[in-house]
């Protein structure tokens, strides 16, 4: 597709189960980006790749968030003994530009999984 | 940390109407990104801004960004109700690939 793609739109789980949640970038982007929402919030960021390597992690709020992109498209982030507080619309976005090619490209986003936590 | 704040928090206009959003950092500014939120959807990129003193307009909309790099005004001429939404301004760190810093956003709802 033309635009960035998110996984499954919604998902419920129940507190302590693990979650993977997929995005599939605009194909030849670069930079992938995954983003929490909180309600009424702006997007908190969570990671960034560059390709397949995890250039920053420094905003994953517990070791219980993992992300991959194993072959520098599609990622994953997983989400281990799910708990109430991680409830939140999880946002992808990705980018022609690269970490060290100032190109001026904007971040694209996809529509966001809103995971719930019961 | 940067951060951003946006104001008002929320705004509602009749149709027709022109109206502003502001959106001032703590910090300098590199980059200065302006995107539109519909309820359960992602974000949508309306412009970018990098230089200080820079305007761009993209049909009714118009973004600034002050010498100073420091604060950014979203300007919309002649409301309509396709308008409506949530309108967030993000701050990069350096470069244009770095992670974003978002303000919380404005709520923008358009009356007939």
């Known amino acids: 597709g033309a635009g960035v793609s998110q996984s499954p739109r919604y998902k419920v789980a129940k507190r302590g189960q693990d979650v993977a949640l997929r995005c599939d970038p605009i194909?030849?982007?670069?930079?992938l980006f995954w983003y929490q929402q909180a309600l009424g919030q702006g997007p908190e960021f969570l990671t960034y790749f560059q390709n397949e390597a995890q250039l920053d992690k420094s905003g994953l709020p517990s070791d219980r968030f993992f992300a991959e992109r194993p072959e520098g498209s599609v990622s994953t982030l997983k989400i281990q003994r799910t708990q109430q507080e991680d409830s939140a619309v999880y946002l992808c976005a990705s980018s022609l530009g690269s970490w060290f090619l100032d190109s001026n490209q904007p971040q694209h986003f996809g529509d966001g999984t809103r995971l719930s936590i019961l | 940390s940067q951060e951003l704040e946006q104001s008002p928090q929320s705004l509602i206009v009749q149709e027709g109407k022109n109206l502003t959003i502001n959106c001032t950092s703590s910090k300098t500014l590199y980059g200065l990104y302006w995107y539109k939120q519909k309820y359960g959807e992602g974000l949508i990129f309306l412009m970018m801004?990098?230089?200080?003193?820079e305007e761009k307009s993209h049909e009714k909309i118009t973004a600034k960004l002050d010498e100073k790099k420091q604060q950014s005004s979203l300007h919309i001429t002649a409301s309509q109700p396709s308008h409506a939404g949530i309108y967030l301004c993000g701050a990069g760190d350096t470069g244009t690939a770095s992670k974003l810093t978002f303000g919380t956003g404005t709520r923008l709802q358009v009356t007939l």
């Open positions: 194909s030849g982007h670069v930079s």
């Open positions: 801004l990098q230089k200080g003193g």
